[in-house]
C-alpha cells in the first residue's frame, strides 16, 4: 500500500522524508521517491525497489533552508514498479504524490492528451499534476484556485499531496477517502498517511476528513471543505511506533481483517463498470481455444482457487480443475495447450507454485497468475498477471489477501462469461449488483466481534473442530479451519457436509466441535439436514447463518442476503475472528503463529 510523507519548514528535507518513508515500509512498496522545491530549485529522486536505493541516489544531496518537500513510497496498481511510474510525478513546474485509485483517470488523461499534455508515466496520478497547471499557468488561476478546481475534477479515492515552484512556500492537500494527517512542530508543518513517519518529529496532529483540502504555509495550515473554510483543532501525537502500525489494533491480524472492506473497493474499482466487468491487464485474446482451466496454488490461495472453480463452471461455462501444487509437480500431469493455467498467490514467490507455472509453461501453456505482489517471480514468469490490490499482508495467516483473490477470481468468471457469452445481461447486472455490497457484507460490526469474544471462551478445549459447508463454502470451510488450526493449533478440519456422513461421523460427540456454514441463499435444506444428523449424534454445533437454527448450541447470525457470495464474505469474516479470538485466550502468537513463515520459498 503506497505511503506519502510531506514537509514543510527549515530543517533538512531530504533526511526527514527518507527517515519518514522508512516508517512506512512495513505498508510494503515496489518503489520511492522525493521531491523538494527550494525557492526557484526543484529537485527529484526516484528509485525502484527498497529504501536503500533511493538514499543511494540521494547520497549527495542536502537540502537547505526553507522549503517545501514531498515523498511516496509505492504500490503499483496502474502500471509496472518502474522509475516513471515511481511518484512523485512532475508536470512541468509541479510535483504530486497520490495515494488511492482516481476512477476517472483515463477521461482526464484523454482531454489533457488533446491539448497537448505529454504523460511519462501509466499511472492515475500522473493527471493530477498537468490538471493543477492547466488550471494555473495555461488559464491563470492562482496556485489554491487550480489546485480547488483540480481536486473537483477528481472521482474516486485519493489523499494527495502537490508543490509547485508557483507557490514555492505551500504544500497543498487534500483527502477522499483515502487517510492523510498534518502534523505541527511550531512553524513547521509535516503531512503523512498515517502516524508513524511524524511520531518524534511533529507534536499535534490533525486527522483529516473526507472532503477537506488546503494548503499549509510556515505556521499556517488554511483548511477548507464543500462548505467553504473551516476551523479545525489539534491533538497530541501518539508516540508508539509499533502500536501506531498497527493503526490501534491489538495485532496485524486484526487490523487486516478489518480493513478487508476497504482493501475490497480498492480490488474492484476500474474494474466492476456499471453493467460490465473488465480488466485492462487481460485481453480477451487469451480465452483463444481454451477448452479447460487448470488452477494451482498452495494453502490458503488453493482454497480461493477451490472457490473459484465453482464460479468458472456456473459462470463462465468452462471446465475447471484445481490441484496443489506440490502435488501437481510430481504427478506427471496431462496438460494440453487448450488448458489455461492459473496460479494464485499471494506472495507470488511461493516455490511449488512458481514450479508448477514454470512446467505448465515448458508444455506450451497459456498462463495468468492472481497475485498481491507486483514483479513477484510468479506476476513476472505469467502471460499475465492480475494483481489483487489488498495492500501488504503482515499476519501470517493470510486474510485479506484470501478475501481479494476471491473477489478477483469472482470478477474474472463473469469476464470470461462476458467474453464467452454464457451470461444474459439481467444475470450479469445481478452478479455486478451484489458485487456492489461486497464492502459492507466485510465491515466488522461491535456485535458480531463482541459475540465471538463472549463464544470464544468455549471453544479452548474438545478434540476437534469440524468447518462443514457446501458448495462454495466447502472451500470456506477448509479455510476456516485452515485458519483456526495456524494460529490456534487446536485440531480442525475443513469438510464438505454431505460427506460427513460417509466417516467422520464417527468422530461425533459432545467434545466435537462443529462450525457449520449454513448460507439461506445456498442448498439450506441440504446443509440443514446435514448438521442436523451432527446434532442427533451430540456433536456441539456452532451455526453461523442468517436464519435462526434451533439445534445449534451456539449461533452466529449473520444478514440475509441476496447472493451467495455476499454470505461466503460475512461467513469468512466470522470464521476468521473466531480463530482471532480462540488464538488470543490461548495467549498465542497471532501474527507469528509457530512453524509457519508468511513466504514460502523453499520446496
Ligand atoms: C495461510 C497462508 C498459507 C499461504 C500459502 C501460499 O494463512 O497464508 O497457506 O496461503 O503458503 O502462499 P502464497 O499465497 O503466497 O502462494
Known amino acids: 500500500m503506497c505511503g506519502i510523507v510531506g514537509y514543510l519548514g527549515k530543517n533538512e528535507k531530504k533526511e526527514i522524508l527518507l527517515d519518514g518513508l522508512q516508517e512506512l515500509e512495513y505498508r510494503g512498496y515496489d518503489s520511492a521517491g522525493i521531491a523538494v522545491i527550494e525557492g526557484k530549485q526543484l529537485y527529484n529522486f526516484k528509485a525502484v525497489g527498497k529504501l536503500e536505493n533511493l538514499k543511494d541516489k540521494t547520497k549527495s544531496y542536502f537540502s537547505e533552508g526553507f522549503g517545501v518537500s514531498i515523498g511516496h513510497t509505492r504500490w503499483a496498481t496502474h502500471g509496472k514498479?518502474?522509475?516513471?511510474?515511481?511518484?512523485?510525478?512532475?508536470?512541468?513546474?509541479?510535483?504530486?504524490?497520490?495515494?488511492?485509485?482516481?476512477?476517472?483517470?483515463?477521461?482526464?488523461?484523454?482531454?489533457?492528451?488533446?491539448?497537448?499534455?505529454?504523460f511519462l508515466s501509466q499511472t492515475d496520478t500522473e493527471t493530477i499534476v498537468h490538471i493543477f497547471e492547466k488550471y494555473n499557468r495555461r488559464e491563470n488561476k492562482t496556485p489554491f484556485e487550480a489546485f480547488k478546481k483540480t481536486i473537483e475534477r477528481l472521482k474516486g479515492a485519493f489523499a494527495t499531496?502537490?508543490?509547485?515552484?508557483?507557490?514555492?512556500?505551500?504544500?497543498?492537500?487534500?483527502k477522499n477517502g483515502s487517510p492523510m494527517l498534518?502534523?505541527?512542530?511550531?512553524?513547521?508543518?509535516?503531512?503523512?498517511?498515517?502516524?508513524?513517519?511524524?511520531?518524534?518529529?511533529?507534536?499535534?496532529?490533525?486527522?483529516?476528513?473526507?472532503?477537506?483540502?488546503?494548503?499549509?504555509?510556515?505556521?499556517?495550515?488554511?483548511l477548507f471543505n464543500k462548505d467553504g473554510e473551516r476551523t479545525f483543532s489539534t491533538k497530541p501525537l501518539n508516540t508508539d511506533k509499533t502500536s501506531a502500525q498497527k493503526e490501534g489494533y491489538r495485532f496485524f491480524m486484526e487490523k487486516e481483517i478489518y480493513e478487508q472492506s476497504k482493501v475490497m473497493s480498492d480490488t474492484m474499482m476500474g474494474r466492476v463498470k456499471d453493467s460490465s466487468i473488465t480488466f485492462d491487464e487481460v485481453d480477451a485474446s487469451l480465452l483463444d481455444g481454451i477448452k479447460e482451466i487448470k488452477i494451482c496454488a498452495c494453502g490458503t490461495s488453493y482454497h480461493s482457487a477451490l472457490t473459484a472453480s465453482y464460479l468458472f463452471e456456473r459462470l463462465a461455462k468452462i471446465r475447471c480443475s484445481v490441484e496443489i501444487a506440490s502435488e501437481f509437480r510430481y504427478k506427471e500431469p496431462l496438460l494440453s495447450d487448450d488448458m489455461l493455467?492459473?496460479?494464485i498467490s499471494q506472495s507470488g514467490e511461493t516455490a511449488d507454485t512458481l514450479e508448477a507455472l514454470k512446467m505448465a509453461k515448458r508444455a506450451g501453456l497459456k498462463s495468468l497468475s492472481?497475485?498481491?505482489v507486483d514483479n513477484s517471480s510468479i506476476v513476472r514468469e505469467s502471460d499475465t498477471a492480475i494483481l489483487t490490490r489488498a495492500g501488504i499482508e503482515k499476519g501470517v495467516a493470510s486474510t485479506k489477501a484470501f478475501a481479494t483473490q476471491t473477489m478477483v477470481l469472482w470478477m474474472l468468471s463473469l469476464y470470461f462469461a462476458q467474453i464467452k457469452d454464457t451470461i444474459d445481461q439481467k444475470k450479469l447486472q445481478d452478479e455486478i449488483d451484489a458485487m456492489r455490497h461486497v464492502p459492507k457484507a466485510l465491515l466488522v460490526t461491535d456485535t458480531l466481534h463482541n459475540k465471538l469474544h463472549r463464544l470464544s471462551k468455549r471453544y479452548l478445549h474438545g478434540h476437534g473442530f469440524f468447518f462443514i459447508g457446501r458448495d462454495i463454502f466447502y472451500p470456506l470451510a477448509l479455510e476456516g479451519a485452515l485458519k483456526l488450526k495456524e494460529i490456534s493449533y487446536l485440531h480442525a478440519e475443513g469438510y464438505p457436509a454431505g460427506e460427513m456422513k460417509h466417516g467422520p461421523i464417527a468422530l461425533a460427540d459432545s467434545e466435537l466441535f462443529t462450525i457449520a456454514l449454513m448460507p439461506?441463499?445456498?442448498?439450506?435444506?441440504?446443509?440443514?439436514?446435514?448438521?442436523?444428523?451432527?446434532?442427533?449424534?451430540?456433536?456441539?454445533?456452532?451455526?453461523?447463518?442468517?436464519?435462526?437454527?434451533?439445534?445449534?448450541?451456539?449461533?452466529?447470525?449473520?444478514?440475509?442476503?441476496?447472493?451467495?457470495?455476499?454470505?461466503?464474505?460475512?461467513?469468512?469474516?466470522?470464521?476468521?475472528?473466531?480463530?482471532?479470538?480462540?488464538?488470543?485466550?490461548?495467549?498465542?502468537?497471532?501474527?507469528?503463529?509457530?512453524?509457519l513463515a508468511k513466504s514460502v520459498t523453499v520446496e
Open 370 to 372: 492472481v497475485c498481491n
Open 161 to 174: 499531496l502537490l508543490i509547485t515552484e508557483s507557490a514555492p512556500d505551500a504544500i497543498f492537500f487534500a
Open 520 to 595: 439461506k441463499t445456498l442448498h439450506y435444506d441440504k446443509i440443514k439436514s446435514n448438521v442436523e444428523e451432527l446434532s442427533a449424534r451430540d456433536a456441539t454445533i456452532c451455526a453461523i447463518s442468517p436464519e435462526p437454527f434451533e439445534l445449534a448450541d451456539d449461533f452466529i447470525q449473520t444478514e440475509y442476503a441476496t447472493h451467495p457470495m455476499l454470505e461466503f464474505f460475512e461467513m469468512m469474516v466470522a470464521t476468521q475472528l473466531l480463530a482471532l479470538e480462540i488464538s488470543v485466550r490461548l495467549s498465542n502468537d497471532v501474527d507469528m503463529p509457530r512453524n
Open 341 to 343: 493455467f492459473v496460479t
Open 81 to 118: 514498479p518502474t522509475e516513471l511510474n515511481a511518484h512523485p510525478h512532475l508536470g512541468a513546474y509541479s510535483y504530486v504524490v497520490h495515494n488511492g485509485i482516481i476512477e476517472n483517470y483515463q477521461e482526464l488523461k484523454k482531454e489533457l492528451q488533446s491539448e497537448g499534455v505529454n
Open 182 to 222: 498534518i502534523g505541527f512542530d511550531g512553524a513547521d508543518v509535516y503531512f503523512a498517511s498515517s502516524d508513524t513517519p511524524i511520531i518524534g518529529k511533529a507534536k499535534e496532529v490533525y486527522y483529516l476528513e473526507d472532503g477537506e483540502y488546503g494548503y499549509a504555509k510556515t505556521g499556517e495550515v488554511k
